[in-house]
């Protein structure tokens, strides 16, 4: 059965950089054929897509993120990472990780991590 | 960027009763429309892919229809554990996958 994890720290300050890990159980992030995203959502508001990454290394991001957000991935460990730079309040947010399902170039989340609290303050 | 509209923003329905969502789109995204539930303290959880397909597990009662810019969520008869929020979000055009604002599913 699939499990995604979520793992990092829950309080950044202002203008430092938020670290997650996602760790993958049940499927291997180095199998082709999926790809595995980030997605986070505001206290009380909707979700918001970040980003998504392929065993490859292609990535694509959010383009209101696109400066500040890295998204890697490490098959050794069966993990993939999220960086976001330069952090405000505004990142203030419950961040999922996900795998993403589909074909062609057509991908939706099937399976979400249960979340990972993240507060930006000083 | 596509624009996901949800309607109404809360819907008040009794339990048994049948409920509708709507969803519309800012341009076409064909058939590449998923739905979510999420209940407070939890993680969205996959319902509907391609406007019409029923994720694994999803019970029968849930049904998603629509293509183009407009998709329906029809829950057929309201169970006590289907009161949550429901996002749809396109994956035709990304990125960015974007969301609805969602609809809360509140008990009548």
């Known amino acids: 059965q699939l499990h995604l994890q979520e793992s990092g720290p829950g309080l950044v300050k202002p203008s430092e950089t938020l670290s997650l890990t996602c760790t993958v159980s049940?499927?291997?992030?180095?199998?082709?054929?999926?790809?595995w995203g980030w997605i986070r959502q505001p206290p009380g508001k909707g979700l918001e897509w970040i980003g998504g990454?392929?065993?490859?290394?292609?990535?694509y991001y959010n383009p209101s993120l696109k400066s500040r957000v890295t998204i890697s991935v490490d098959t050794s460990k069966n993990q993939f990472s999220l960086n976001l730079s330069s952090v405000t309040a505004a990142d203030t947010a419950v961040y999922y990780c996900?795998?993403?399902?589909?074909?062609?170039?057509?991908?939706?989340?099937?399976?979400w991590g249960r979340g990972t609290t993240v507060t930006v303050s000083s | 960027e596509i624009v996901m509209t949800q309607s109404p923003a809360t819907l008040s329905v009794s339990p048994g009763e049948r409920a509708t969502l709507s969803c519309r789109a800012s341009?076409?995204?064909?058939?590449?429309l998923a739905w979510y539930q999420q209940k407070p303290g939890q993680a969205p959880r996959l319902l509907i892919y391609?406007?019409?397909t029923r994720a694994t597990g999803i019970p029968a009662r849930f049904s998603g229809s629509g293509s183009g810019t407009e998709f329906t969520l029809t829950i057929s008869s309201l169970q006590a554990e289907d009161f949550a929020v429901y996002y749809c979000?396109?994956?035709?055009?990304?990125?960015?996958?974007?969301f609805g604002q969602g609809t809360k599913l509140e008990i009548k």
């Open positions: 996900a795998r993403l399902v589909g074909v062609s170039f057509f991908y939706y989340m099937d399976v």
């Open positions: 049940g499927d291997s992030v180095g199998r082709s054929g999926y790809y």
């Open positions: 990454i392929y065993y490859s290394g292609n990535t």
């Open positions: 341009q076409s995204v064909s058939n590449k």
């Open positions: 391609g406007a019409s």
């Open positions: 979000q396109q994956y035709n055009n990304w990125p960015p996958n974007t």
